[in-house]
């Protein structure tokens, strides 16, 4: 190798050496400049905030009764919900307990299914927890709280005032 060509591939050395520090540092910094950034658009912001973020999507202007139905169709269980109606405003997150026993001195196996009313309010129900989503078995005298957790969909028509939740255990068969 030439000194002519040792001498080009030190500076060519030099140079990469140079712009791999750079690379890192320009990394390195990154990291507050991206802090900065959130911090003045408001986006995906680390800091704490005095108040929580407000629900916007909850509809403070309509108040919306929901009444809630149970009932067990030939089953040994008494069924019944702690609330019968409640004012709801559409978008608000609502939790309801159900409370439900088995009189019969065996255990028995049932699965609950929603009716509403009207039918078309059943579009506009989100439920995010509900006994309704898996079979309950209840052993011989067993007493459960069974929560029910669901949004009314503020996009509700305004025509409906009124929206029914009926709930119906059936006995699987097959399951007691």
């Known amino acids: ?25 320009f990394g390195y910094a990154l ?33 919306v009764t929901v009444e809630f139905d149970a009932n067990s169709h030939g089953m040994p269980w008494r069924f019944e919900p702690k609330v019968r109606h409640m004012q709801v405003h559409p978008g608000q997150l609502v939790n309801v307990d159900y409370e439900v026993s088995n009189v019969r001195s065996a255990a028995v196996t049932g699965q609950a299914v929603v009716s509403y009313g009207p039918s078309l309010a059943g579009r506009y129900v989100r439920k995010l927890d509900c006994f309704c989503f898996t079979q309950q078995t209840l052993a011989a005298g067993e007493v459960r709280r069974m929560p029910v957790s669901f949004v009314l969909d503020a996009t509700l028509p305004a025509g409906i005032n009124t929206v029914t939740l009926s709930y119906t255990f059936f006995e699987v068969a097959g399951k007691s």
């Open 31 to 63: 990291v507050p400049f991206y802090d900065r950034i959130c911090i003045a658009l408001g986006i995906n912001s680390l800091e704490v905030r005095a108040e929580p973020a407000a629900n916007t999507q909850v509809d403070l202007t309509r108040t």
């Open 1 to 25: 190798m030439s000194p002519q060509q040792i001498a080009d591939n030190r500076r060519m050395l030099t140079r990469l050496s140079i712009v791999a520090v750079f690379m890192f540092g």
